[in-house]
């Protein structure tokens, strides 16, 4: 089921938190079963204080704080949903508003069962990218003139001027590099990439949850507006040329040995970047285990093998074994860098050895629930010469 | 390089590869004393984090040792083992680092020629490599 949704009064963002009352109302319109009924919405929000973050909104009147279409990126929201949706199949459903990066590790996380989607419906919604969280209300403003305090359209604004995602610098590095600015695996989507934003939106229900969100809605259906269709392929053309362009401009501060340990000079060991991962599954991490606990015989042994060890120690390991851990589940979202204390560019390196890494297996990360994993899976008749010769 | 002895670090599975290595011996085989065996339960079992830790800490090269394709003593381990080679190879290769110093190679019990030839192959190669460059970084 998809069709166009009529915006009403030129607002798209109200025209969203309409469709969030009718599923979380008592008695939508339609008088549809409480079973339909969604007990509560994780939604993006500002509050007025000047908190972007995202809320689980569960009274249908207080809406009006609730910003569907905020382009802030706090975190990757998949980490939020394995924490909430693990249980078994119950009559409370939650809806999840979600970017493309987001639905794409939750995929990756339901395949790798950290994440039960019986409770919740995913409501994924474009994306043509995100600022980060930290020093939005800082910095935008000065170098925008339409910010969140000013102007209180700004994120329809956002959504209304097209032109400039592609030129503008100011979003997180991850998101000018994306390739995803639609959503791959949803039960229902809201788009506005190439629609005209003051009259309509794109709606798409892939699943019975999504249809069962659409019921008493009014859609004009039919098949993609082409003007979409081009908006969007315009749009990955511009993010995959400019992904191509940092990633050569990586190759020259990256490539072997001498320069990758440069790469990673400063970092603390602060595990920040898999703390914050989404894909990053395990509840310990083998690098915060009691292996990694040595006394001073074992370090002064280990500093004998070189004659001197840094310390900590093991920096290089622990990211290269965490590529090797989770770069065929890896979306490119870039929250590692944002949350990098000492700004080691994780985004663009990510990138690159994710996309070849899931390249070698004909898999990419969240594209389907149906595709096994890459390392759980294997087929007798493959890399034949591996181990041969 | 004068006088160069590569240090290889041998993961070798119990049910093959170690009793491949083990015939090998009993046969009387001349081969390099370079590899240090360890005894693991399966070429499987071998996380990448083992590998990284020998090649970071200063080994010149990594040899993982596994049943041949379809005789894995628990089904289905070594195939295993030879997709994570396949992202351990792909993951290298991004950074501009050898993924020659690593080699993964299916050894019977009963293949102790084998064995001593892969040994003395993989010791003649590193020693045209020279040292590992992780020897001299001490900043890893």
Known sequence: MKGILKVTDKNPEATIRNLCRQWLSEKSPSARPQAQRLAALLVPAVGRNGVFTRVLVSDPNRLAEVTPLLPVMSGNGAAIVAEIARGPATDTKVGLFLRPCELRAVVELVKLRQIVLDNVVLIGIDCPGTYKAAGFSTIVPYRHSSIQARDPDFNNNFVRNQKDYLTNEELRVACQLCEFPKPLVFDLAIGFLGMEVDQELWLEAATDKGKALLEGIELEAGEEPAKRRQALAELVEGRKARAEKQIRELDKVIMGPEKLVRYFANCLNCHNCMKVCPVCYCREC????????????????????????????ETLLFHLTRMNHMMTSCVACGICEDSCPVAIGLTTLFKKVSRNAQAEFGYLAGRSLEEPLPLTTFREEEFRSLGEE | MEGFEPKIVGFLCNWCTYAGADLAGTSRLQYPPNMRPIRVMCSGAVDSVYILRALLEGADGVFIGGCHPGDCHYVSGNYKARRRMVLFNSIMKSLGLDEGRVLLRWISAAEGRRFAETVTEMTESLRQKGPSPFKALWEV
Do not use: N
């Not at chain 1, 009691?290 to 120690?313: W, Y």
């Open chain 1, 286 to 313: 083998f690098f915060e285990s009691e292996v990694f606990q040595r006394d001073l015989a074992e370090h002064v042994r280990l500093s004998r093998h070189k004659g001197l060890t840094r310390m900590p120690s």
